[in-house]
């Protein structure tokens, strides 16, 4: 299996603040990578998908970039909604998908 | 708007089968376009991937659960199932039913809100 994993694992910030979250793979993943928001009790929320076009209808703060197996989520100008922890997925493969094990992003 | 809910017991005991639903409203679970998949999320192992099946009953399973899995469609009902055999304390987590990305690649646009299953005697 392809291992994901992010740094940080807790992030605090203030709203207003520019957010870097790193995501990595084990191996190249080109840019089959997605983004979710995952808030408390409710379930993740797509945010990016192919490492940089974002969803319909997220905020164009939220930014993604990167290729093969390091990759970052960027938040560009932190808001009280965006507090929540994100999680890194790749799909180069089905077989099978896999998850990073999620960044928080607190409340400074 | 589509929505997803799952739905089922949220107490099994070990070695036991569990048995969840999905129920979708908004969208056919016969569309072309779509598969419709089950992921789970525990303390110990974060977000997991489970399987997914496609209208015409193709399915895809992670190979560390795929000799436990079965999903199956009910298009009359326009849901999806999953179930999942010879449990353990391990499979204790809130399972997520989803819909993969009509874009053919393994990202989910849409997910349910989450049911908590908890295996215990």
């Known amino acids: 299996d392809i291992r994901m994993t992010q740094s940080p694992s807790t992030l605090s910030a203030s709203v207003g603040d520019r957010v870097t979250i790193t995501c990595r793979a084990s191996e190249s993943i080109s840019d089959w990578l997605a983004w979710y928001q995952q808030k408390p009790g409710k379930a993740p929320k797509l945010l990016i998908y192919?490492?940089?076009s974002l969803e319909s209808g997220v905020p164009s703060r939220f930014s993604g970039s990167g290729f093969g197996t390091e990759f970052t989520l960027i938040i560009k100008s932190l808001q009280p909604d965006d507090f929540a922890t994100y999680y890194c997925q790749q799909y180069v493969t089905y077989s099978p998908i896999t998850f990073g094990p999620g960044t928080k992003v607190e409340i400074k | 708007q589509l929505q997803l809910q799952e739905s089922g017991p949220g107490l099994v005991k070990p070695s036991e089968t569990l048995s969840l639903t999905c129920s979708v409203s908004?969208?056919?679970?016969?569309?072309?376009?779509?598969?419709w998949g089950w992921i789970r999320q525990s303390p110990g192992k974060g977000l997991e991937y489970i399987g997914a099946?496609?209208?015409?009953?193709?399915?895809y399973f992670n190979p560390s659960l795929k000799s436990r899995v079965t999903i199956s469609l009910d298009t009359s009902k326009n849901q999806f199932s999953l179930s999942l055999t010879s449990l353990t304390a391990a499979d204790t987590a809130v399972y997520y039913c989803?819909?993969?990305?009509?874009?053919?690649?393994?990202?989910?646009?849409?997910w349910g809100q989450g049911f908590l299953v908890t295996v215990s005697s």
């Open positions: 908004g969208d056919s679970i016969n569309s072309r376009i779509y598969y």
């Open positions: 192919r490492t940089s």
């Open positions: 989803a819909r993969r990305s009509g874009s053919g690649w393994w990202y989910f646009d849409s």
């Open positions: 099946i496609y209208y015409s009953g193709t399915t």
